[in-house]
C-alpha cells in the first residue's frame, strides 16, 4: 500500500505479473494488466468526460497526485489541449479555488508567523535532492491580483512545466508560497480560506523574511535555480536586484517575459522586414513585466547597431497615469530610464494638459511595435487600431495580458481592423482565425517556450548564475525556429508538440553562453548537448526486482 500511494513510485495496473508476487499487490490491483499506453487511453477517456475546464484541472491534479508517470504521459500525448488546463489560462481559476479544491499536500507552505524557523521547514521538504525551486508570495497572480496562499497553484503548474517540456525529474522540483498574509478580502472572510488570516506584511518586515528566506535556500540548497514568480511590482524587480548576484536565480515576470518577448519580436522582424532595432515600440504597462520587455528588446537593440541612448528613446511606456515622462512624480527607479523629456512630449496631450494617454501617443509617435502588459481588456479599441495601421505597412500587436478575459484585444479584431496586415501575438491561447479565405494560426507569448528550457540549461551545464546574456541566448535560439522564418504566413513561435525538442536546443545554448562567461565549467558542445538529452526525464515506468536480502 505503501508503494501505491507513492505517486512517482506507483504503477496501478500497469504492474507486472512478477512485480505483484514480490511486491505483495496481487489483490490490492485489478487482475488484467495495462500497458502505460492503455492507461493513458482510459485517463485521457476520462478527462474528456469532464464537464468544464475546473473540473478537468482537478482531474490532472489529482492524477498528479496519484501516478506521477501518467500524468506526464497523458500531457504529452495531449500537449496542445491539455497545457492550458494545468497551466494558462485555467490555473488562474485554480488559484482563485485553491482552498475549495485542495485535496493532498503538494509543495510547501513557509508562513510568515514561522519565520525564525525556515530552514528547519526546507528541512521537511518531500526530497533531499532538488533542482528547481518556483516561488511566489501571491499577491500578483497572472492578471487576478491577490490570492494568498492560492498562489500555490502557480508553482505548481510552472513546475509541471519544467518536467512536461524541459524534462526536469519531478522529483527534483519543489513548489513553493511564501504566505506574508493577504489583502484579498474575499479570501479573508472565506471560511475555507487555507492561508494565514493576516493582511499582507509589508516594508522592512517583508524584505528581512525574503532574506531569511534567501539565507535558508542558499544554506540548505546551494546550487538549486530559485525562479521567482508572480511577485507584486513593489518586490519584483527589488527582490531580482538584490538577490540575481548572490544564488542561481531569475524572475520569469521580467525576464521569462522579456524573453519570449523578443523571441516573437525576431520572428516578426522577418514578417514585416523591419529588423528589431529599427521599431518604434509602445509598451501599455509600465509594470516589472513591461519594463522587463523593454529591457530585453533595448538590449538587444543595442547589440544590433544603436547606442543606449538611441535604443531608450524608441520606447513610449504608457500605464493608468498616462506616458512615462519627465514630469511624473510616481515613477519607479526602473521605469526612469524611459521617461521622455516631458519639453517632448507636451504637444501630444490634448485632453489633459499634464496626461499623454495611449491613444494619444499611438497617434504622434506611429509606433511599428505595439505591446499590452496592462490587464486592461479592450485596451487596444478599434480606433487605436486603425490609427496605428493607418501609419505602419505590417503592425506588430502583442496583446499580452493574461488570463483571456484581460487580453488587451482578440485577434479577430485586429485582423479586421488592419485588413488583415496585423503580425500577432497574444499571452492568452487563441485559435487560428480565419480572415477574407486564409487562416492566420496565433502565437501564444507563453513563457513556457523559455523557463522550462532555461532551468534544462542551467542544470545541464551546472550554471553558478543566471544572466542577461544567457536569457537572450535563450530567445534567440527560439527565434531560430520560428516556423515564420520559413514561411511569413506561420506563426511567430513553433507548435507547443515541439516545445520538448526544441528546449533541447535553447538549453544547450544557454548552457554554452553560461559557459562562454563563465559561470559554468567548460565542456565542448558536444559533451553539453550529451549531458542535456541525458537530463531530461522521460515518463516511463520503472521496473521493479526483488531486492537480495541477507542472510
Request: net charge negative; hydrophobic share 40%; with cysteine.
Amino acid at each position: 500500500m505503501e508503494l501505491l500511494a507513492q505517486p512517482l513510485l506507483n504503477k496501478g495496473t500497469a504492474f507486472t505479473e512478477e512485480e505483484r508476487t514480490a511486491l505483495g499487490l496481487h489483490g490490492l490491483l485489478p487482475p488484467q494488466i495495462e500497458t502505460l499506453e492503455q492507461q493513458a487511453t482510459r485517463a485521457y477517456d476520462a478527462f474528456r468526460r469532464k464537464t468544464d475546464d475546473l473540473e478537468r484541472h482537478i482531474y490532472l491534479r489529482a492524477l498528479q497526485d496519484t501516478n506521477e508517470v501518467l500524468f506526464y504521459r497523458l500531457l504529452l500525448d495531449h500537449m496542445e489541449e491539455m497545457m492550458p488546463v494545468v497551466y494558462t489560462p485555467v490555473v488562474a481559476q485554480g488559484c482563485t479555488e485553491f482552498s475549495h479544491i485542495y485535496r493532498r499536500p503538494r509543495g510547501m507552505f513557509i508562513p510568515y508567523p514561522l519565520r525564525d524557523s525556515i530552514r528547519r521547514l526546507l528541512q521537511h521538504r518531500p526530497n533531499p535532492e532538488v533542482d528547481v525551486i518556483v516561488v511566489t508570495d501571491g499577491e500578483r497572480i497572472l492578471g487576478i491580483g491577490d490570492q494568498g496562499v492560492g498562489g500555490l497553484g502557480i508553482p505548481i503548474g510552472k513546475l509541471s512545466l519544467y518536467t512536461l517540456i524541459g524534462g526536469i525529474h519531478p522529483q527534483r522540483t519543489l513548489p513553493i508560497v511564501l504566505d506574508v498574509g493577504t489583502n484579498n478580502v474575499d479570501a479573508l472572510h472565506d471560511p475555507e480560506y487555507l492561508g494565514w488570516r493576516h493582511e499582507r506584511i509589508t516594508g522592512p518586515a517583508y524584505d528581512d523574511f525574503i532574506s531569511r528566506f534567501v539565507l535558508a535556500v542558499r544554506q540548505e540548497l546551494p546550487g538549486t535555480l530559485l525562479q521567482w514568480e508572480d511577485f507584486g511590482a513593489a518586490h519584483a524587480r527589488p527582490i531580482l536586484d538584490t538577490y540575481r548576484d548572490k544564488l542561481l536565480t531569475f524572475n520569469d515576470d521580467i525576464q521569462g517575459t522579456g524573453a519570449i518577448v523578443l523571441a516573437a519580436a525576431l520572428a516578426a522582424s522577418h514578417v514585416t522586414h523591419v529588423p528589431v532595432e529599427s521599431q518604434r515600440v509602445v509598451v501599455f504597462g509600465a509594470g516589472a513585466a513591461a519594463v522587463g520587455v523593454a529591457d530585453i528588446l533595448r538590449e538587444a537593440m543595442v547589440e544590433g547597431s544603436l547606442s543606449e541612448e538611441v535604443a531608450r528613446d524608441r520606447f513610449w511606456l504608457v500605464n493608468r497615469g498616462g506616458l512615462v515622462h519627465s514630469n511624473r512624480e510616481d515613477l519607479k527607479d526602473e521605469q526612469r530610464p524611459y521617461a521622455h523629456p516631458w519639453e517632448e512630449v507636451a504637444a501630444f496631450a490634448h485632453v489633459d494638459p499634464n496626461r499623454v494617454s495611449l491613444a494619444e501617443v499611438v497617434k504622434a509617435v506611429h509606433p511599428t511595435f505595439l505591446i499590452g502588459l496592462s490587464t486592461v481588456a479592450g485596451a487596444f479599441d478599434e480606433p487605436l487600431v486603425r490609427e496605428m495601421a493607418s501609419q505602419v505597412e505590417r503592425p506588430v500587436i502583442f496583446p499580452l495580458s493574461n488570463p483571456t478575459s484581460k487580453s488587451e484585444a482578440v485577434p479577430k479584431d485586429l485582423l479586421a481592423w488592419t485588413g488583415g496586415k496585423a503580425v500577432i501575438a497574444t499571452g492568452s491561447p487563441f485559435p487560428p482565425v480565419r480572415y477574407e479565405g486564409e487562416t492566420h494560426p496565433i502565437a501564444q507569448c507563453n513563457n513556457v517556450y523559455i523557463f522550462p528550457a532555461l532551468g534544462l540549461g542551467t542544470v545541464a551545464s551546472k550554471a553558478r548564475r543566471v544572466t542577461d546574456s544567457m536569457i537572450r541566448a535563450a530567445a534567440r535560439t527560439l527565434a531560430e525556429h520560428s516556423p515564420a522564418i520559413r514561411d511569413p504566413t506561420g506563426p511567430l513561435l513553433p507548435p507547443v508538440s515541439d516545445l520538448r525538442r526544441v528546449a533541447v536546443e535553447i538549453a544547450v545554448a544557454v548552457g554554452l553562453e553560461a559557459q562562454r562567461t563563465g559561470h559554468a565549467p567548460m565542456t565542448t558542445s558536444e559533451e553539453l548537448r550529451e549531458r542535456v538529452v541525458k537530463t531530461q526525464w522521460v515518463p516511463t515506468y520503472p521496473h521493479y526486482v526483488e531486492a537480495a536480502r541477507e542472510d
